[in-house]
């Protein structure tokens, strides 16, 4: 059964960084697009990137571009988001999703044909 698993996410200070994982199992990441996306509490959930299958072209809002990073290693069957000059205003449930197309339009959760089950991230003063 195909699964995304999500891993990486805690605690951590205003400035801080964080790095989150997700792992495919049951398929290969790489034949996807791969977006993150995050859901505060009684917020709507938000993409805050995404990374094309194949060529590996990344995606950001303008918002989160120049602190976050999304990346992929084929070896490992991963993706990674690294979070850096994190803010309180980050802190919520952060999940992986796949795909069913190329990243343009990946805002919109109709694009994602499965979920990760989500890692929690906190930023505190």
């Known amino acids: 059964q195909d699964q995304l698993v999500e891993s990486g996410g805690g605690s951590v200070q205003f400035g801080g960084s964080l790095r989150l994982s997700c792992a495919g199992s049951?398929?290969?990441?790489?034949?996807?697009?791969i977006a993150w996306f995050r859901q505060a509490p009684g917020k709507t959930r938000e993409g805050v990137s995404c990374?094309?299958?194949?060529?590996?072209?990344?995606y950001y809002p303008d918002s989160m571009a120049g602190r976050f990073t999304v990346s992929r290693d084929n070896v490992r069957n991963t993706v990674y988001l690294q979070m850096n000059s994190l803010k309180p205003e980050d802190t919520g449930t952060y999940y992986c999703?796949?795909?069913?197309?190329?990243?343009?339009?990946?805002?919109?959760?109709?694009?994602?044909?499965?979920w990760g089950q989500g890692t929690q991230v906190t930023v505190s003063y």
């Open positions: 999703a796949r795909g069913r197309y190329y990243c343009p339009g990946y805002e919109n959760i109709a694009w994602v044909n499965s």
């Open positions: 049951g398929f290969t990441l790489n034949d996807y697009s």
């Open positions: 990374i094309d299958k194949g060529s590996g072209t990344t």
